[in-house]
């Protein structure tokens, strides 16, 4: 009777950690969807839990039909690979992630199931996805390159929605615009203080003949702007239908200055 125990001890052991070894992938979608507060999910996942790929998507909710529904896109390029600890069973977070097209390096994310913590990065994007912000970026169709670094962000994820905490930046270089004829217009900096989903942001000018700069904030994913924008004066002719597309006109100081509002 107690070899039979055994066995049969060993045996459902075995299935347990059979079946815990072999999680699907997959079923990080919806967990990562539920502690974004459905913003943000996986697509196209691979592999197991502990050792899987994905790309990160941006779920689209429409309400605009009788029948509601629901859709995906994706955010940025590339595939996430991951690695996961089998500590987080006991929840503890360790995991590693990798994806070449935007990291330099490995990413590391560390902590509990109610707090992880990212390692420095160095995430690389095209300029062109400035156009998801709307209005007048989409109609300017930048080009470049932006990078956005942080040395360590924590995030908290709620049934709500991410929360985040730390300081990033945003390098944009070599921007350009479809419109405009003086390619590049200049480099620039945005700097991005986060205290949950609300962080505070400023613009400023690094070199180019176009000059940006202003602040504002970004809460809970809606960006409220205000900042100017002006031409060095040898470039203005040249500039001066673009600076049109971007806001009203007024003088400052003998100066053509140009209104910039995301609301």
């Known amino acids: 009777m107690k070899?039979?125990?055994?066995w049969g001890s060993a045996a459902v052991t075995s299935v347990l950690v059979t079946i815990?070894?072999?999680?699907?992938?997959?079923?990080?979608?919806?967990?990562?969807e539920r502690?974004?507060?459905?913003?943000?999910?996986?697509?196209?996942v691979q592999g197991t839990l502990w050792s899987g790929s994905g790309y990160l998507a941006l779920v689209n909710h429409s309400e605009l039909s009788a029948t509601p529904t629901t859709s995906v896109s994706l955010i940025v390029p590339g595939r996430f690979e991951w690695t996961l600890s089998p500590w987080m069973?006991?929840?503890?977070?360790?995991?590693?992630?990798?994806n070449s097209q935007l990291f330099d390096h490995v990413l590391t994310v560390s902590g509990s199931w109610r707090k992880w913590q990212l390692g420095a990065f160095n995430l690389r994007l095209p300029a062109s996805q400035l156009v998801l912000l709307g209005s007048p970026l989409n109609t300017l169709?930048?080009?470049g390159d932006m990078h956005l670094v942080a040395s360590s962000l924590t995030l908290i994820p709620k049934s709500e929605g991410l929360e985040i905490h730390g300081a990033m930046q945003l390098n944009l270089t070599e921007i350009a615009s479809a419109l405009s004829p003086v390619k590049p217009l200049g480099n620039y900096r945005v700097e991005f203080e986060w205290q949950g989903k609300h962080a505070q942001l400023t613009l400023a000018t690094l070199s180019g003949a176009l000059q940006l700069k202003g602040s504002g904030v970004l809460d809970n994913g809606h960006v409220h702007f205000s900042g100017q924008a002006w031409a060095l004066p040898e470039q203005e002719p040249r500039l001066i239908n673009l600076?049109?597309?971007i806001g009203r006109r007024h003088q400052v100081e003998n100066r053509n200055v140009f209104a910039i509002?995301?609301?």
Do not use: C, Y
């Open 141 to 143: 169709r930048p080009s």
């Open 261 to 263: 509002e995301f609301m």
């Open 20 to 32: 815990l070894i072999s999680f699907p992938a997959a079923w990080l979608a919806p967990l990562i």
């Open 3 to 6: 070899r039979a125990l055994l």
């Open 243 to 245: 600076l049109n597309l």
């Open 89 to 98: 069973l006991l929840g503890e977070v360790d995991a590693q992630v990798t």
């Open 35 to 44: 502690k974004t507060g459905q913003h943000f999910t996986l697509a196209d």
